[in-house]
């Protein structure tokens, strides 16, 4: 991944009222986008083909109970009061219920884990699991022992997903073409349909070439938008409520919902593809619960948007109920109950609103993408966080196109809301299932609740959205196809990177040089030593890497100093600084080799290459004056590699401890400092340590002797591989391995670590793997 920040430093401290309140005014524009604007599509889908209006209000009645108890149900109670809860240490989203089941369960979609990662505080503490006899119990148990469990656990989630990022192709054209609609009611009907789909290929453009101003600056402008529509939406249905019918609010009551389906039966059934857009954009409360805080999304949704969206499907009903022969005239949808001198500027404010609409569910594709390919599921790609101050608020230049392409394409295929409406609903109702399913285990396996309680949660809400899907995937023909092809193409995409990373991977360990064999060459290695500083930069996160192998017999030099740096994302959202270091010798001290793991949550920011180096070396240093480094050869011998791993902080968590300097030669400083010996004239490295720090000789020498190397120069030595299927391997492996992940691997950006490494000090070592 590339990463691009502009200061970027979060404090953990808890939030003050003001900073709730404005990050709930944030939240209007960015989360609740999406969920506000489904007033203009909902009963136009419902009513579009399936239910026909009769002489009595019991078809709109129905549809009304179902729309609002739908409502309650899905977002309010699941979402709202239940699901925000399961937060991956304040972040959302299906990958994040995803990283926190594998740290419950003690499996990591990451395969290079470290014994030391579950000491991390981000982890969460266990004093002991459930009851050894419980139910829950025996699925941790089962969950740990079976890979095909573990692997459907991972397709689970990829499915998921792949519907986000489906659903962040459909929203935004469903949400604009809705809006547009209106301009139907204006012009004749031979007219409308040439200008609608340019003006939303043209208003589309302009909200993904939006995106890089992030969301910080775009919730400040788009809140205002949404407000404005949630305000304009409960003032025209408390209009409609008390102008046309003010006994509309006993649709309320579930026994309407009991006579529609009793009366249409199969077509009640089917329309509820329609209904179920009432609920588009609710995942986007979890999804981007860390652009925002958990508070402040339930704030924002129970005081303003909830009671909008009711005012509003009730005003809609109440027209409709005394307008039945409405169908003749136009579609049924959102302007015909909007007074006729109020439509236009309606209609300004309802663009305006699609637009933000849309940002909800791009705003959650960035996150879910960034989740992904942190955790080794998405190939590498630029990431650029844009806010200084909320962590979870990021632009992703390629996908936030590529989205665009595609919407595009799907505006300009269709040409209709009805088909994207079939579409974005069978996206839309997958990733609620996936999101139920993995929330049975979070209660059992991760709050360690009663089996019960989640047999429980599954049937009331697996129930309601299994009755969606099914209405939803009944129109396959008529649009539902498109998410499903999408997410076929995207399941592929994620899970041949996956699989060719961890092969890739396994290869590495097959093939690793055993670190006995390294010492038994002595402690020059058998090889030339050469001043400097050389970071073998790997994936392994114990033992040799064959590439070391492979350059030394090719060309036996290499620096007086050896770091092995390996560069991992963790299953957690955050690592803190003062755990992000994890550095031990490689056999006695006099070798001068050195393991470095810098660990990265899927969220964090990883620095640039000067600013890594300078914290490589101060971490090295620290590890060896704090005086750690003896344990390796105190009796002479040298202890197992894994048993004297320390974890070290960043220089921003080091006050008073031991800094770097650079400076001309005859620089002086008040602080004890270790010289290195004056060479020539030029500028040169010091360690300054505190003089309470007290270090024995070998320290001493060992710690001048990394000074002298830093001052030499750091060089990057990088294995460049190429990945091959093994000759008897099975076509289908071929396919992921040649044709799937060394495609995407040629294709995608390189490491964070070597994105801006300088190219006279970067050397690559090629090899093949025959995986």
């Known amino acids: 991944m590339d ?7 979060i404090p ?51 549809v009304l109970s179902v729309v609002f108890w739908t409502l309650t149900l899905v977002p309010l109670l699941k979402y709202v009061f239940l699901v925000l809860k399961a937060d991956d240490n304040r972040e959302g989203g299906t990958f994040a219920l995803y990283s926190l089941l594998c740290r419950h369960v003690r ?40 890979i095909g469990l573990q692997k459907c656990l991972l397709v689970l989630a990829l499915i998921g997903a792949s519907m986000v990022i489906g659903d962040g192709i459909l929203t935004p054209a469903l949400s604009v073409f809705s809006a547009v609609s209106g301009v139907e009611l204006a012009m004749s009907n031979e007219h409308h349909q040439y200008i609608e789909v340019p003006l939303v290929c043209i208003i589309l453009i302009s909200l993904f070439a939006l995106q890089h101003y992030g969301t910080h600056k775009v919730g400040f402008l788009f809140a205002p938008i949404i407000m404005m529509w949630l305000l304009c939406i409960s003032a025209l249905g408390l209009y409609n409520i008390f ?102 500027p309606i209609l300004a404010v309802a663009v305006l609103a699609a637009v933000v609409g849309s940002q909800a569910i791009i705003t959650g594709t960035f996150s879910i993408i960034k989740q992904c390919s ?57 990733v609620m299932l996936v999101t139920t399913c993995l929330m049975c285990l979070v209660i059992v396996l991760c709050w360690h609740q009663s089996i019960f309680l989640a047999i429980c949660f599954l049937l009331l809400f697996g129930t309601i959205e299994a009755i969606f899907f099914s209405a939803s995937l009944i129109k396959f023909l008529e649009g539902a196809w498109v998410p499903i092809v999408l997410a076929f193409i995207l399941m592929t995409l994620m899970y041949s990177w996956h699989y060719g990373t961890l092969k890739k991977y396994e290869f590495d360990v097959a093939n690793k040089i055993p670190v006995n064999w390294l010492l038994s060459l002595g402690p020059s290695l058998g090889i030339v030593r050469v001043r400097g500083i050389g ?32 560069v991992k994302s963790l299953p957690v959202p955050h690592v803190k600084k003062e755990e992000r270091f994890l550095v031990g010798h490689i056999g006695p001290r ?40 003896a344990l390796n050869d105190s009796d002479g011998n040298w202890l197992r590699e894994d048993e004297n791993m320390a974890v070290v902080g960043t220089p921003s968590t080091r006050a008073g401890k031991i800094q770097m300097r650079r400076g001309e030669i005859g620089d002086d400083d008040d602080a004890p400092e270790l010289k290195p010996p004056v060479r020539q004239a ?11 720090q007290q270090m024995d000789l070998r320290a001493c020498e060992e710690l001048r002797e990394l000074m002298e190397a830093r001052e030499a120069g750091v060089a990057h030595i990088l294995g460049h591989s190429y990945v091959r299927s093994k000759k008897r391997s099975s076509l289908l492996k071929k396919l992921v391995i040649d044709y799937g992940y060394e495609v995407l691997r040629r294709n995608c950006r390189t490491p964070t670590y070597a994105l801006s490494l300088p190219n006279a000090s970067t050397l690559e070592v090629g090899m093949v793997y025959h995986v």
């Not at 649709?251 to 209904?275: E, H, I, N, Q």
């Not at 030029?682 to 309470?692: D, N």
């Open 682 to 692: 030029r500028k040169r490295v010091r360690f300054a340590i505190p003089e309470s």
């Open 12 to 62: 953990v401290q808890k939030e003050s009222w003001k900073t709730v309140l404005i990050l709930a005014f944030q939240s209007l524009g960015v989360v609740y986008g999406d969920l506000s604007i489904s007033p203009l599509y909902v009963y136009k889908s419902t009513f579009a083909e399936d239910i026909e209006h009769s002489d009595t209000n019991e078809e709109i009645y129905g």
């Open 107 to 146: 499996v990591s979609p990451l395969p290079n884990s470290h014994l030391t990662d579950e000491e991390l505080s981000s982890y969460e503490k266990h004093s002991s699991d459930p009851a050894p006899i419980t139910c829950g119990s025996r699925l941790k148990a089962a969950l740990e022992r079976h």
């Open 3 to 9: 990463v691009e920040t502009t200061g970027l430093q």
């Open 535 to 566: 970071l073998i930069h790997t994936e392994l996160t114990s033992g040799i890497p064959v590439i070391f192998s492979h350059f030394v017999t090719n060309l036996p030099a290499f620096h007086q100093v050896l770091v092995f740096v390996c």
């Open 374 to 430: 942190a955790l080794g599921c998405f190939p590498r790609i630029k990431i650029v966080h844009t806010s200084s101050k909320i962590h979870g608020q990021i632009y992703i230049p390629e996908i936030n196109w590529i989205l665009m392409l595609l919407c595009l394409a799907v505006t300009i295929g269709f040409r209709d809301t009805k088909r994207l409406g079939n579409a974005s609903g069978l996206a839309v109702i997958t």
């Open 243 to 344: 102008h046309w019918n003010r006994n509309v609010y006993k649709a309320l009551c579930p026994y309407y919902m009991y006579k529609f389906f009793k009366k249409t039966r199969r077509d009640g059934w089917m329309s509820l593809g329609g209904v179920l857009l009432c609920i588009t954009g609710s995942e986007a409360m979890f999804a981007d619960l860390g652009h925002f805080s958990q508070l402040s999304i339930k704030i924002a949704f129970t005081s303003l948007v909830y009671p909008s969206l009711v005012l509003a499907y009730m005003g809609q009903a109440a027209y409709l109920s005394q307008h039945h022969d409405i169908r003749h005239d136009y579609q049924v949808g959102f302007y015909v109950s909007v007074p006729e001198k109020l439509r236009w």
């Open 590 to 629: 006099q070798y001068r080799l050195y393991r470095c793991i810098a660990r990265y949550g899927y969220r964090d920011v990883q620095k640039d290459d000067l600013e890594f180096e300078d914290d490589l070396v101060l971490t090295i240093a620290e590890f060896i004056q704090t005086g750690k480094a």
